[in-house]
């Protein structure tokens, strides 16, 4: 009996254009061994050249396209997700206390503003030049243990030089398969693959990780972040930096839940501090433990300081960078948004509050696929 399984895969749209390319090239007869990096005539390839060679240079070559969103330069592409009426979650009046609790009540959700919020943040990134695709899950989302919750958050899969890194979850069981059906759609659909996954005990939630240059990575410690996971995540992230070392900033996270609606205490990096340009930062410092907030003084950052009443109800510090020195803010966090522009740096306001009914913000929403290389620690 035939196979019906075709014998040539669906090729995501970069990398076809990429074999299209070089096999026009060929036809031509334009392919030309002294192009081959190394090349000696007479010789076999050479082990020095090819044993050297970074991947970083390769993969553009190979799938067609540059991505990676390390450091802070200019963001030039994103994916949001597509919001539909499964935000509200089927199974969260069964035990609320089971699912993280926010600042704003979960209870008072309104699908529709939420809808509204999340094409007003597209319509701010599209006026700075960003490219923005829409990402929608199955309907209706489910995942291995049962309907799938917060689909919203774009950032549970991290894109570095090289591709995706796969994160393995703890704050929100019910969100098990998120980041896996993430990058699967990063690379069908933007030719970008999966580089690692966090495998075994290991937990690292890697999309609400950060960087604040090209060379300084701020990740946690904590119930999102164990030793085994970041003993996983760190070298891969490494590997995709473009400087010879790489600063990495373990915030060490208070506490035993994702986030303390009291005290505005977070266990997600991105939740207590964001980049607002070389060298400024926004910070909740009742969150950061003294040795990270004397790296930053010590290296000649400016802080711009959260209240904790709207780190309680708004997260300010849970921004998105579009290049240095500018920002999009939530603005129902006025406080934050005046403090940053007292500084500096250029602020788009965007209303976000629905989203932070449901455990976050503008950098938990967003698949950050593509910067321009940005500054380094000591530019």
Known sequence: MASNIPTKPVLPAPWAARIKEMQEQIKAKEFKLTDM?????????????????????????????????NGIGKLREVALIDITSHERFVAYDQDPAYFPQMGLSHGDLDIDKMHDQSLQ???????????????????????????????????????????SIIEKIAVSPLGFGRSEYLAYWAWTQLGVPPVATITGTGVAEAGPCLWLAEDVFVTSHGIAYNEEGLSQLIPVVERSCLADEMTTLVLESAGNIYFHPQSGV????????????????????????????RWLKEHGYEIVEVDTDEQALYGPANVTLLEPGRVIMIAEAPKAIA?????????TEVPYAEFMRIGGGLHCSTMRIWRETGPFLDD
């Open 339 to 347: 403090a940053v522009r007292k500084i500096g740096v250029d602020v």
């Open 37 to 69: 990096p190394g090349y000696v005539p007479g010789q076999a390839p050479s082990i020095e050249t090819w044993h050297n060679i970074d991947a970083k240079e390769i993969y553009p070559k190979i799938y067609g396209r540059e991505f990676g969103a």
């Open 121 to 163: 943040y597209e319509a701010a990134m599209e006026d700075a030049g960003v490219i923005v695709h829409r990402v929608t899950y199955p309907d209706p989302p489910v995942g291995p243990f049962g309907p799938q919750r917060g689909t919203w958050a774009a950032n549970e899969t991290l894109v570095v030089r090289g591709g």
């Open 266 to 293: 977070s266990h997600h990096p991105d939740m207590i501090i964001g980049p607002l340009d070389h060298k400024k930062v926004i910070a909740y410092l009742p969150g950061m433990d003294f040795n990270n907030w």
